[in-house]
């Protein structure tokens, strides 16, 4: 049998990539062919799914001269809803899952870290990603590049064997202090795995 | 440029240095590799806001496929490396250091070898 995705099954294609971009950085405002351009289609092929989310409060949208421009109705009650449907199946972090991935036990532990993980990001807010393990940047960077297309912002990793990692713990390193005392989101393990990385 | 990315290429590899600094001065040594495989084939990336980004991407153009993985690579070590240098310390991690200094004397024999097939009367 075949498989869909969660947001398949629920959304048309271009409906899914619409609210995947518009729910995931919510306080930015879309030109519309900044919109097709990430999603690979044409601004007309978007008009008729555009006027359907506005028209309904899931989308607003304002016109300055010629260009219209859109972003999610963060007051509509479904809002936080629909946001955290797409945060879970098309969101940062099954993006990042799915692309460190194919690293396999190179990666011990992923996590974002920052102002994304404490909910606290803008529009423009890059995404911080600490990977601990075998796999470095040189690894990483064509992986990321692709998520960077996908999400629409960039992935800045930091990347640490596992023995500098438990080192820098060791040596009461601030920086890496203040990342485990904050809020992550994991993308590879979990908790227990990072408490085992470290010696907890 | 050869003596300059030597340079650097010894330097990255001071022990008392700090990964930033490291890391930063590999990241030029494999910014110079770059601009010496674009100058070889006869262009010169003129010194304005994004150049380090253009040069980086040219190689693919010049070197060719075997360029990308570099590319990419040195596309986020560029970002990192404009972190250390302007934005914050304490950026970069060994593990990163240590790769980028790896990365960048690679990159560097793979250009040395490109100059001498593609252009023997330019190489070392």
Request: hydrophobic share 40%; net charge positive.
């Given at each position: 049998?075949?498989?869909?995705?969660?947001?398949?099954?629920?959304?048309?294609?271009?409906?899914?990539?619409?609210?995947?971009?518009?729910?995931?950085?919510?306080?930015?405002?879309?030109?519309?062919?900044?919109?097709?351009?990430?999603?690979?289609?044409?601004?007309?092929?978007?008009?008729?799914?555009?006027?359907?989310?506005?028209?309904?409060?899931?989308?607003?949208?304002?016109?300055?001269?010629?260009?219209?421009?859109?972003?999610?109705?963060?007051?509509?009650?479904?809002?936080r809803d629909l946001q955290q449907l797409f945060?879970?199946?098309?969101?940062?972090?099954?993006?990042?899952?799915?692309?460190?991935?194919?690293?396999?036990?190179?990666?011990?532990?992923?996590?974002?870290?920052?102002?994304?993980?404490?909910?606290?990001?803008?529009?423009?807010?890059?995404?911080?990603?600490?990977?601990?393990?075998?796999?470095?940047?040189?690894?990483?960077?064509?992986?990321?590049?692709?998520?960077?297309?996908?999400?629409?912002?960039?992935?800045?990793?930091?990347?640490?064997?596992?023995?500098?990692?438990?080192?820098?713990?060791?040596?009461?390193?601030?920086?890496?202090?203040?990342?485990?005392?904050?809020?992550?989101?994991?993308?590879?393990?979990?908790?227990?795995?990072?408490?085992?990385?470290?010696?907890? | 440029?050869?003596?300059?990315?030597?340079?650097?290429?010894?330097?990255?590899?001071?022990?008392?240095?700090?990964?930033?600094?490291?890391?930063?001065?590999?990241?030029?040594?494999?910014?110079?590799?770059?601009?010496?495989?674009?100058?070889?084939?006869?262009?010169?990336?003129?010194?304005?806001?994004?150049?380090?980004?253009?040069?980086?991407?040219?190689?693919?153009?010049?070197?060719?496929?075997?360029?990308?993985?570099?590319?990419?690579?040195?596309?986020?070590?560029?970002?990192?490396?404009?972190?250390?240098?302007?934005?914050?310390?304490?950026?970069?991690?060994?593990?990163?250091?240590?790769?980028?200094?790896?990365?960048?004397?690679?990159?560097?024999?793979?250009?040395?070898?490109?100059?001498?097939?593609?252009?023997?009367?330019?190489?070392?």
């Amino acid at each position: 049998m075949r498989k869909y995705s969660v947001l398949t099954a629920l959304f048309p294609q271009v409906r899914q990539g619409v609210l995947a971009a518009t729910l995931g950085q919510p306080d930015k405002w879309w030109y519309l062919s900044e919109l097709a351009g990430r999603l690979g289609t044409s601004p007309s092929s978007l008009q008729r799914e555009l006027s359907s989310l506005v028209a309904s409060g899931i989308l607003v949208h304002r016109r300055e001269g010629t260009r219209a421009y859109f972003k999610a109705q963060t007051q509509s009650p479904v809002f936080r809803d629909l946001q955290q449907l797409f945060e879970k199946t098309a969101g940062l972090g099954p993006i990042l899952e799915q692309v460190l991935k194919p690293f396999g036990n190179k990666i011990q532990s992923a996590f974002i870290y920052g102002s994304v993980a404490r909910s606290r990001e803008h529009a423009m807010s890059d995404v911080d990603v600490m990977v601990i393990g075998r796999a470095g940047l040189a690894d990483l960077s064509p992986a990321l590049r692709k998520a960077e297309v996908r999400l629409g912002r960039e992935v800045n990793v930091t990347a640490y064997s596992s023995e500098e990692f438990r080192e820098k713990i060791k040596s009461g390193d601030h920086f890496l202090a203040a990342v485990l005392r904050a809020r992550k989101q994991f993308v590879k393990g979990g908790q227990s795995d990072l408490d085992e990385l470290v010696g907890k | 440029m050869r003596a300059l990315i030597a340079r650097d290429l010894a330097d990255a590899s001071l022990a008392g240095l700090s990964a930033d600094r490291r890391f930063a001065t590999a990241y030029n040594a494999a910014l110079q590799a770059a601009n010496m495989a674009i100058a070889c084939a006869g262009y010169r990336i003129v010194s304005k806001v994004g150049h380090h980004r253009v040069s980086l991407e040219s190689t693919k153009l010049v070197l060719g496929k075997p360029a990308q993985k570099y590319a990419d690579y040195f596309e986020t070590c560029r970002r990192k490396r404009n972190t250390i240098d302007y934005t914050f310390s304490n950026v970069a991690t060994d593990t990163e250091a240590k790769e980028i200094l790896a990365q960048a004397r690679q990159f560097y024999v793979e250009v040395e070898d490109w100059i001498t097939k593609n252009h023997p009367a330019l190489k070392m």
